[in-house]
């Protein structure tokens, strides 16, 4: 697939990074369904470790799943003891959804997996390139402070 492909899908950034996505989170899902999770599951417990608490909406945004959705799978994982849910002190009608010992010690090594899967996908990059890769989609969808990721 080359920049200068003649199809638009293959020159589109979003059909681009949406065939990138599938193809890699299909592959790694095999992974989180091995450890008894579901998908959503998976992206509510990845997104809250390393942060110290989130908004259901904010977790929405970080697990690019809709709110519904994670509200419904929350309860499930807090009656696991893997989240704790708690009244935000700022605004009482919302929620704030943090990881727990339990949850940090289930999903840990999912992330170490990850984390190797995204080296073996990157591997055709050198390391260089593979980190200014990230760097730059991270600046494309703007992940900064306000979805509670570093800059």
Do not use: N
């Not at 059909?15 to 998908?39: D, N, W, Y």
């Amino acid at each position: 697939m080359s920049v200068d492909s003649p199809r638009f899908v293959h020159r589109y950034l979003a059909s681009v990074l949406a065939q990138a996505s599938h193809r890699i989170s299909a592959e790694f899902h095999v992974e989180v369904r091995k450890a008894g999770l579901t998908v959503t599951e998976w992206r509510v417990l990845a997104s809250l470790i390393g942060g110290e608490g989130e908004t259901v909406g904010v977790l929405a945004q970080l697990a690019v799943t809709k709110q519904p959705t994670i509200s419904k799978v929350l309860p499930g994982l807090e009656s696991q003891g893997y989240v704790r849910l708690q009244t935000a002190r700022s605004d009482r009608r919302q929620t704030v959804v943090s990881i727990t010992p339990k949850g940090e010690k289930l999903i840990g090594g999912l992330c170490d997996k990850a984390m190797a899967h995204q080296q073996k996908v990157l591997a055709a990059l050198d390391a260089d390139h593979a980190d200014r890769l990230v760097k730059m989609l991270r600046a494309i969808v703007g992940v900064g402070p306000h979805l509670g990721s570093d800059p």
